[in-house]
């Protein structure tokens, strides 16, 4: 999957700036209740590219009829914090009790 990594760590850093706060790279905030630190671009694609890898196992997982490893995607709900996602790319939306 080719991914315009530019186009998205503009993405991040808007909605970093709109969900967490106006902050330095470097600098921690929280996003659903949890510290995230804002990445610098190198650092974003590293967890863009961990993100894909885990999401495709997944899939491939689900695709298969296997059973799916929970740490997946616990691992997976990390990641997407960290990327301060709104939406996930892979899971079922979070439930807001």
Do not use: W
């Not at 298969?64 to 939306?93: C, H, K, N």
């Amino acid at each position: 999957m080719a991914t315009d990594y530019a186009k998205e760590f503009d993405r991040y850093l808007e909605r970093f700036a709109r969900l967490v706060g106006d902050m330095r790279t470097g600098q921690y905030g929280t996003f659903r209740d949890r510290l995230v630190r804002k990445l610098e671009p190198v650092e974003f694609e590293r967890r863009v590219n961990d993100y894909l890898a885990l999401g495709h196992r997944f899939s491939e997982m689900v695709n298969g009829g296997d059973t799916i490893d929970d740490t997946l995607a616990v691992d997976l709900r990390a990641i997407e914090v960290e990327l301060v996602m709104e939406r996930s790319l892979f899971l079922p939306p979070l439930r807001v009790s």
